[in-house]
């Protein structure tokens, strides 16, 4: 955290197509990455209630990208169809799905950019979320990282509005 994030790209679920995050995360004030994996069950729960507080901020900026990075088991590597059906089991555009399971390992590349706030076992957890500032690509939040996310979430979107308002003084 504190950290600017250099742009990669993943395919898209939508299309397969290759997508630089920072043009994904270019028209929102605040990105929320989120890192999924088909097997489980914490994503399950918590994708449902991570897509209602995007609904609730999206008006405001906030808008959240998921990172598929296995399938049905740990070591399964998902394909564009899983990843559709996976966010079809959600109800969400394929379009906020990215693939990310280069040479056969799930989110190297992401990890590759954003440190993943391991345990002592170098173990993460999943749902693992991931907070950018579009603007400045710098890594605002991590899951573990100390912060809470909610404010976290509400001061770059008051800081943004804030921003807005400035701007719009004579």
Known sequence: VGDTVSDFSLPNCGDGANQSIQDYFGDAN?????LTAGWCPACAEAIPQLMDIESQFSARGLKVGFIL????????VPDQAYCQRYADRYGIDHNKFFLDNTDGAGFRTTFEHIFPYVDESGAFALPFTAIINPQTMEYVYADRS????AEVINGLLDAEEAGADDAAQP
């Open 30 to 34: 605040v990105g929320w990455l989120v």
């Open 69 to 76: 990075g296995e399938a049905a088991t740990q070591d399964s």
């Open 146 to 149: 100390g912060e809470d996310i």
